[in-house]
């Protein structure tokens, strides 16, 4: 672990910088390519492939170097959240090629606002200052916003959104920096493994350190972080802003940033607020944050289910279905052992494919029958059987059924609270709770689709390339699971 | 110890019918003729696969056969490890066979109850049913387990909700096929996720962690093992079911199609027993004991509350669903005891149960698909009857009587499933209840005297049931002599015979219930070893 100057950081930053070059270069291409808008894809496309070959090629064999003065980190822990990011950027481009729901004059700033999301994102899973961590988290959060208000089927309801997303987002982050404010009140220094030290008191400080002022601090970062990750208390922007923004958009926000909110959470937690140890880490002095993030996780997915229960839109359904998977992701964040970690983005990764796979055929389905609505879900099986079939699979599996990869993952994020002794079962006890309520609201989509007859026959016709790209959601949601080498490449620390 | 190596005639018991989706997914949907056939025929093949293992089981080895383990995924040391003893041999078998009758029984599927639907996916979730429940009884590794007691659950949600009975409203709720899935869904996702949890807290109280079903243990009866216990407990109990877990039950059975009623009472409810010899008992031996007059007691209340409920039934497919929580109750009673007798009762219980209740499903089937309702007496509500489309007029009346004269052989079919049931001496019915009753005297005197109260009531109801429906004077809508003013041409005209297909699946169980009544030890002597080595375990 070594620290490197600015100069030599550079070439260490390449993946960043390549972004950068090709979120401009797509908004440069906008004036040059009117009418042929599917270019502008192509290029972000390109941008995300070139980018993800140099992430792996500057990140691998690395050991956590520290870039920038120990800005950001560069380690697998940081490798794998990329990845994640690079995929979920992907496949929001593709979902939204050739889309109705968003206007061809606004397509080049459309595809560069991804692009500098997931620059943000980028540095946010990688961030280790505690500046370098609010730049960040500011500047996925503006993309965001615009993002959300892209939508042209509800072009009033979109900006609403944008501006319900801007008003929270406002506030939160302003708690957080408040928080991080009287974090550097106390320790006098801006590196998050330094704040670490000095509150675990191995080093002295040149303030006062007072354990309110730590939970003081902890509950004000929590807020900036349970808005990324949609947690109750601070979860209420996501309804309105996931129905209201774009349906791609919902996927990605639902998805890659919320696995930014994790990635921020695991490593700013644990390491400016706990100390490692062996297999793990244990927090620090008295305040006992774990629990008040145990209560967090509680609350997060039993509240996303009740009132998942209650819609009969789906996208808003799913948008519930999501918040109350971050309940579920929560409960392995609250032991702060290792295994926990390696398990948590065990679930993320399968996460990304069946909720990116579930909001793909609302996308279709929105696209060829104009609602979002469970009604117009109605006897799909004969309508349109393969996307009835995979919907079925990305449901059972966001329940956690077998043998579908949700199961396996939900598997080890329950023997993450288990395995951390008989204290935290209770949070385990209301997490299964939460499964069996999650299966009633997801088989209500497989009912109306295979159970119910819809007034309307005739089937609809879904495009080559889409029902391939549906398929390559199904596969890794039905066989990840069973791989077990794949556990060889999830970071379990950083 | 399971040897290592890879299992290769268990994993083909249950790949054949995963092979056999395949196949059907490939053949046309217009040619039901030849996806009929070929779904029995694949079916056919696990039969004849659990019959050569049965003829080739060593029933003097205690060790697992036709074992084997492979690693799966090492990071948590969970292999894939399959193998039968002589409880899960006639667990296999018993699927097996009903399966197979099953597919046969579905003849219909595109017929009687299920026009339009489509008979090529109805096949393809009956088989996929299948591979979960052979690969569920054959399972070591918990994990394995697990993943095959749910892979039950989809399959069995799609053929209750789409091949069940219509919606239909009665009172507040809009009962049928949907509302019935759901529930059976929901009842046992609840069951399986506590189980899963138990699972989780046995693996990481193991040292070195591990799933495996034959080794790990959790000894005593401190607040975790009893936790635990609770844990599979629950998840078993709803499968069986046990009062107060059970009321998904007479839903599910009522409102599924005819095969599939078959299986979930023949081979579902096994599943929840059986987990409960295989996992509570040598995994958690002395929380069990320790449990055991609980046990007993939700024994007794279910072999009581199964009859009486049955009793007051006018839907005779309903009074067979209550039976079977009244007979599942015995296998309880005997697993409570910890005896030798009580804990073979108990799984001859289970092998008994699930012919009979194959048998008395069947049964119901054929009388519903000649009148399409299964009232014994017709019920007083007039917008129930309309539900039903039935004539108002008739409300309250019985739908039948004097049967026996004009179909006297399935009557005579009906009085062996139905005799068996009531547990007459020299069917299998008897040596189940029996058994476990011996067993569960030794330890519980007062509970073993109340529920032979049970046994009477059971008697009672299968008795007026056949009084009401084949004995005394011919019903006046079909008794054509009499020539009265009922008298139903069309109803008359429906009531035929049993059909050589009806007889093929009904004959089989007939004679097996027969043999196993006179010949019990064919069943135990093969059982018997395996209990004694799981009580070894366990005193």
Redesign the interface.
């Known amino acids: 672990m070594e620290t490197l100057d600015n100069i030599q950081s550079v070439s260490k930053f390449i993946p960043e910088l390549i972004l950068i070059v090709f979120a401009i270069a797509v908004v440069i291409s906008d004036f040059f390519a009117k009418g042929r808008r599917e270019t502008l894809a192509i290029i972000a496309l390109v941008g995300l492939i070139a980018t993800l070959i140099s992430v792996l090629a500057v990140s691998i064999g690395e050991t956590g170097e520290s870039l920038f003065m120990g800005m950001i980190k560069l380690d697998s822990f940081a490798l794998f959240f990329k990845v994640l990011f690079i995929i979920a950027t992907f496949a929001t481009i593709l979902f939204s090629v050739r889309l109705k729901e968003i206007a061809d004059v606004h397509r080049g700033e459309y595809y560069a606002l991804l692009l500098t999301v997931t620059l943000g994102m980028f540095l946010l899973a990688s961030a280790t200052n505690l500046l370098m961590i609010y730049l960040s988290l500011e500047l996925v959060s503006i993309s965001s916003y615009i993002l959300s208000g892209f939508s042209t089927l509800k072009p009033q309801r979109s900006s609403e959104t944008s501006f319900k997303f801007i008003i929270y987002g406002a506030v939160s982050s302003g708690i957080m920096l408040f928080g991080i404010s009287l974090l550097f009140g106390m320790t006098g220094i801006s590196n998050i493994n330094d704040i670490g030290i000095i509150l675990a008191g191995k080093a002295s400080s040149p303030g006062e350190v007072y354990n309110l002022t730590i939970l003081l601090s902890i509950l004000f970062i929590l807020a900036g972080i349970g808005y990324k990750t949609a947690s109750v208390p601070f979860h209420q922007w996501a309804p309105d802003v996931y129905e209201g923004a774009p349906t791609p958009i919902t996927a990605f926000l639902s998805v890659a940033s919320k696995a930014a909110g994790f990635s921020l959470l695991l490593r700013f937690l644990y390491s400016a607020f706990a100390q490692p140890v062996a297999e793990g880490w244990s927090h620090i002095g008295e305040v006992n944050w774990p629990l008040i993030l145990g209560i967090i996780s509680a609350l997060t997915m039993t509240v996303g289910n009740l009132s998942a229960l209650l819609q009969n839109n789906l996208k808003r359904l799913l948008a519930y279905s999501s918040i109350a998977h971050g309940g579920y992701i929560l409960m392995a964040a609250v032991v702060l052992t290792q295994q926990g970690v390696q398990y948590m983005l065990f679930y993320l990764l399968i996460y990304l494919c069946m909720n990116l796979g579930a909001f793909f055929v609302v996308i279709l389905i929105a696209d060829k029958l104009g609602s979002e609505e469970i009604d117009a879900y109605r006897g799909l099986r004969s309508r349109a059987p393969i996307v009835a079939v995979s919907m079925s699979i990305f449901l059972f599996s966001l329940t956690g059924i077998p043998p579908f990869a949700g199961f396996f993952g939900k598997l080890w994020l329950f023997g993450a609270v288990i395995e951390a002794g008989s204290h935290w079962y209770w949070l385990a006890i209301v997490g299964v709770i939460n499964s069996v309520i999650a299966l009633y609201y997801y088989v209500r989509v497989v009912k109306a689709m295979f159970l119910e007859e819809s007034s309307e026959t005739g089937s609809l016709s879904i495009s080559r390339p889409h029902l391939v790209l549906l398929i390559i959601f199904v596969i890794p949601t039905i066989l990840l699971g069973y791989i077990g080498q794949l556990w060889k490449l999830i970071p379990s620390s950083f | 110890m399971i040897p290592e190596g890879f299992p290769i005639l268990l994993t083909l018991m249950w790949a054949i019918p995963v092979l056999g989706m395949v196949i059907l997914m490939l053949i046309p949907n217009r040619n039901e003729r030849a996806i009929k056939w070929i779904s029995v025929l694949i079916t056919a093949v696990p039969l004849i696969l659990a019959i050569f293992i049965f003829i080739n089981f060593d029933r003097f080895s205690q060790e697992y056969q036709y074992a084997g383990r492979v ?5 948590f040391n ?1 292999h894939y490890s399959m193998g039968i003893d002589g409880i899960s041999v006639w667990m296999v078998l018993l699927t097996a066979l009903l399966d197979f009758i099953g597919a046969i029984a579905s003849w219909g599927v595109s017929r009687d109850w299920a026009v339009g639907k489509s008979v090529k996916i109805y096949y393809v979730l009956y088989l996929l049913l299948e591979a979960g429940l052979i690969g569920f009884f054959c399972a070591l590794d918990f ?1 394995v387990f ?2 095959f007691w ?2 039950t ?2 399959p069995m ?2 053929l209750i ?2 091949w069940g009975t219509e919606p239909r409203r009665e009172g507040k709720i809009v009962r049928g ?2 509302y019935a ?2 529930k059976f ?2 009842y046992t ?2 069951g399986s ?2 189980m ?2 138990a699972i ?2 046995v ?2 109280n193991s040292d070195p962690h591990s799933f495996d079903i034959t080794t790990v243990k959790l000894i005593g009866a401190g ?2 093992a009893v ?1 635990v216990w609770f844990g599979f407990f629950i998840g078993f109990a709803i499968k069986v079911p046990i009062f107060p877990f059970h009321t998904w039950l007479p839903d599910a059975h009522v409102e599924a199609p005819t095969p599939i009623s078959v299986i979930l009472a023949g081979v579902l409810l096994k599943m929840g027993g059986y987990g409960i010899i295989r996992v509570n008992l040598p995994i958690l031996p002395e929380a069990t004991k320790y449990l055991g007059t609980f046990l007993a007691i939700l024994g007794v209340i279910n072999i009581i509350y199964g009859a009486l409920c049955a009793m007051a039934q006018t839907d005779l497919k309903r009074l067979v669903a209550y039976s079977s929580i009244g007979h599942m109750g015995f296998v309880l009673l005997g697993i409570a005891s910890i005896s030798d007798a009580g804990i073979n009762g108990a799984i001859f219980q289970m092998l008994s149960h699930g012919l009979l209740s194959g048998m008395l499903f069947l049964i119901v089937g054929v009388i519903y698909d000649r009148v399409h309702h299964r009232f014994i007496v017709y019920p007083k509500d007039k917008e129930l009857m309309q539900e039903w489309h039935l004539d108002p007029s008739l409300a309250g009346k019985p739908a039948f009587g004097g049967l026996g004269l004009k179909v006297p052989v399935y009557t005579g079919i009906v009085s062996l499933a139905f005799f068996g049931s009531l547990g007459l001496p020299g069917l299998s019915g008897f040596i189940g209840e029996a058994l476990s009753l011996l067993g569960a005297f030794g330890r519980y005197k007062v509970l073993a005297i109340i529920s032979v109260l049970g046994i009477v009531i059971g008697a009672a109801y299968f008795l007026w049931t056949i009084q009401r429906i084949f004995l005394g004077k011919l019903n006046p809508r079909y008794d054509k002599d009499a020539g009265g003013e009922e008298y139903d041409e069309e109803y008359d005209s429906h009531l035929t015979e049993i059909n050589g297909r009806e007889l093929a699946t009904l004959i089989p169980l007939g004679v097996l219930v027969i043999v196993l009544g006179v010949y019990p030890s064919m069943a135990l002597n093969i059982i018997k070893d395996s209990v004694a080595l799981l009580l070894k375990t366990l005193i």
């Open positions: 690693p799966w995924i090492n990071a969970i994990i697990f993943v749910e892979l659950l989809l949600y799609f909700g789409v096929g949907p899935a759901i869904f929901l996702l609840f996720v506590l899963l949890l989780l807290a693996y990481f607040p975790l936790l």
